[in-house]
């Protein structure tokens, strides 16, 4: 997809992504951004998920609501 969009940025720096634009990615509410800085470019991606222990991104599984790894889910059942 290619998509062209202009917005200010407001006086605390914040710009609306538009909503075509969420959709199109499939961010919700609450979402995680990853934002880099490339040479001039703000690239903003969709964060993986990651540990909410360890922050690894491999090996990932839901428990109560929360995203944690399968090393931190051993220590947590030797604990
Ligand atoms: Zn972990």
Do not use: H
Request: proline share 1%; charged share 35%.
């Amino acid at each position: 997809m290619a998509y062209t969009s202009y917005k200010k940025i407001d006086d605390v720096g914040r710009v609306v992504l538009p909503k075509d634009i969420r959709e199109e990615v499939g961010l919700r509410l609450n979402d995680m951004l990853k934002i880099d800085v490339e040479n001039e470019r703000i690239v903003i991606s969709k964060a993986e998920d990651t540990c909410v222990f360890c922050g690894k991104t491999g090996q990932l599984k839901k428990f109560m609501g929360k995203t944690v790894c399968e090393s931190c889910v051993k220590e947590l059942n030797n604990s």
